[in-house]
């Protein structure tokens, strides 16, 4: 394979999110959670209710589901649980802060592993700076928040194999445009043997966010260029899936069978969108294959 494939893309909901992260897929709920980073808010959808949005403090970047209900985030000045109430109200409680290494920065992407630990990176939002500054954490609940990669612009694409033992991790500023793989110590939670796993300068896209699927496929947005890439554990090219706008920005499987792939997007500020008028919007792949259920995160 390797060219575009023609599977449809459907509009689930035209959101305009100025940039929306990091779907989490609810089997609890049968609904797919997602943020929107500059609007500071959380989302959730399903068929029957439709859209919600809680409005947090601070901007929200990466989350995952706290076992018990709850979910936790990485967000501008630390980890934090938020706990969605009704009446639009959002418990925002801090569990760990984070020291950046200049001002002007926030977390970005990230997720729960397949034990439960909360894992996420860190940015500064000015990325014409191009800045070496960002990091990556663990956080669980014994031990708190600590420092596990350091020296990237913009970390993006984390994702584990089904068995927990491999990470995925890209940098998708223009500069990289690199996916590693590492050994990840499922006991301890600790990434080593980094090496390339896709040299994505060679592909359509820079790669932003990213999910696996049962068959152990890594799937990742290639931003700037309309495209979900799914690429074998062997670093191979399988299939490119079109959505249409231009800033896919992290997909998750879901639905009740985890064989839907949503994709959420991004609405690009101060430029002509006649091209592309349903960018923000999050949309509805059936790849074929899919996805595992997310872990949830034990504080």
């Known amino acids: 394979m390797g060219a575009a494939m023609s599977v449809q893309a459907e509009l689930v909901l035209d959101a305009r999110n100025g940039t929306g992260e990091s779907p989490v897929w609810s089997v609890a709920e049968q609904s797919l959670y997602w943020v929107d980073i500059p609007a500071r808010q959380l989302c959730r959808w399903n068929a029957a209710a439709g859209l919600t949005t809680w409005t947090a403090p601070e901007m929200l970047a990466c989350i995952g589901a706290v076992a018990g209900g709850g979910w936790i985030v990485g967000a501008e000045s630390g980890v934090f649980r ?162 249409p706008v231009k800033k896919p920005a992290m997909c998750a499987f879901g639905g009740a069978g985890l064989d839907t792939l949503f994709v959420t997007s991004i609405r690009p500020g101060g430029i002509d969108l006649s091209d592309q008028p349903l960018a923000g919007g999050v949309f509805a792949l059936r790849p074929g294959v899919r996805g595992l259920p997310e872990a949830a995160c034990t504080l």
């Open 82 to 243: 938020l706990d969605p109430q009704a009446g639009g109200k959002l418990g925002f409680t801090q569990l760990a802060p984070v020291s950046h290494a200049m001002p002007g920065m926030r977390f970005n992407d990230g997720r729960c592993d397949r034990q439960g630990r909360f894992l996420a990176g860190t940015m500064l939002m000015d990325m014409s700076a191009g800045a070496k500054v960002g990091n990556v954490y663990r956080y669980d609940g014994d031990a708190g928040l600590a420092t596990l990669l350091e020296g990237f612009i913009t970390p993006n694409g984390m994702a584990f194999s089904p068995d927990g033992k491999t990470m995925y991790l890209s940098d998708s500023h223009p500069l990289v445009q690199m996916i590693w793989a590492f050994d990840y110590e499922t006991a301890t939670g600790t990434p080593t043997n980094r090496r390339v796993f896709v040299d994505m300068n060679a592909f359509p896209g820079r790669p932003d966010g990213a999910a696996v699927d049962a068959e152990g496929c890594y799937w990742i947005c290639g931003n700037d260029a309309g495209l979900i890439h799914r690429f074998t554990p062997d670093g191979r090219l399988d299939r490119s899936l079109a959505v």
